[in-house]
């Protein structure tokens, strides 16, 4: 795992340390590592969570034992940032003005200003301009 690394909770998490159960569906992203270069000392995973205010800390081994289980789902970073130049097949050249993760058909939408107006747009039906 890496920073900046998303992954989508596909079972509920039970957080060490903490009261309460983060539910299924909802976005994890890894912020940080600690204590990486010391052998002696578990390395913790720094997370933070999607709609929950705060970091949490998890234990390196318990992450990737949740990885392992299929617990999370890795996310792959968006193809077109904000402002990016794209095209559609059948409105041309446009702009994203919004990108977002769909965790149903598990992948990104795009809002797209074209000429003709804004549309939401799957990943696979953009190109970059030419």
């Known amino acids: 795992m ?36 010391d ?11 999607d709609k929950i205010n705060g970091h949490y800390l998890i234990n390196e081994v318990d992450f990737k034992n949740q990885l392992e289980n299929n617990s999370l789902y890795p996310i792959t970073a968006p193809k077109y940032q904000i402002n990016d130049c794209v ?11 919004l990108s977002n993760y769909d965790k149903i058909l598990k992948t990104y939408l795009y809002t797209v200003k074209f000429k ?15």
Do not use: A, W
């Open 2 to 37: 890496e920073t900046n690394e998303i992954y989508l909770l596909k079972k509920n998490m039970q957080l060490e340390n903490e009261n309460f159960i983060v539910k299924k569906g909802t976005y994890l992203k890894v912020v940080g590592l600690h204590d990486v270069s």
């Open 39 to 49: 052998d002696l000392i578990p390395t913790k995973v720094v997370v933070q969570f």
């Open 87 to 97: 095209t559609h097949q059948n409105h041309g050249n446009g702009t994203v003005t």
């Open 116 to 130: 003709t107006g804004s549309l939401v747009v799957l990943e696979n039906d953009l190109r970059n301009c030419q």
